[in-house]
C-alpha cells in the first residue's frame, strides 16, 4: 500500500481543512488507517484512526469534537476534516495505514506510512 496525503496549508484559528490521502493497492479496504501529526521538535502523535470499513473511529482527545475521519473505499482515500482550528493543530500531518482492521493509537502498529501534509494555522 502506497499513501499519498494531502490537503495542508495555512488557515487562521477558527477555520477548517481537510485533509485526503490517496492510496493505491489493492489492499487499501483490508486496512484500518490512522492519521498522526508532528509539531517541529516533538514526537509524532496520535489524531484519529477508522477502520477498515469505517464503522469503527478512534480519536485523541486533542481533536474531539472538531475532527471527523472518514473513508471512501471505493476511492481509496481517507479523510480528515478539521473544524475549529487552534494554533497548536500546527504540524505535519501523515497518513498510515495497517494490516488489520482494528482502530489503534500507537505509530509501532502502521505498517504503511505517506509523506506529511504541512497544516499551519496561525493566531
Known amino acids: 500500500v502506497q499513501l499519498q496525503a494531502s490537503g495542508g496549508g495555512l488557515v487562521q484559528a477558527g477555520e477548517s481543512l481537510k485533509l485526503s490521502c490517496a492510496a493505491s493497492?489493492?489492499?487499501?479496504?483490508?486496512?484500518?488507517v490512522g492519521w498522526f501529526r508532528q509539531a517541529t521538535g516533538k514526537e509524532r502523535e496520535f489524531v484519529a484512526a477508522?477502520?477498515?470499513?469505517?464503522?469503527?473511529?478512534y480519536y485523541a482527545d486533542s481533536g474531539k469534537g472538531r475532527f471527523t475521519i472518514s473513508r471512501d473505499n471505493a476511492k481509496n482515500t481517507v479523510y480528515l476534516q478539521m473544524n475549529s482550528l487552534k494554533p497548536e493543530d500546527t504540524g505535519v500531518y501523515y497518513c498510515?495505514?495497517?494490516?488489520?482492521?482494528?482502530?489503534?493509537?500507537?505509530?509501532?502498529?502502521?505498517?504503511?506510512w505517506g509523506q506529511g501534509t504541512l497544516v499551519t494555522v496561525s493566531s
Open positions: 498510515a495505514a495497517k494490516r488489520g482492521g482494528s482502530v489503534v493509537s500507537t505509530l509501532e502498529s502502521y505498517d504503511y
Open positions: 477508522i477502520s477498515e470499513s469505517g464503522g469503527a473511529t
Open positions: 493497492g489493492r489492499s487499501f479496504s483490508s486496512t484500518a
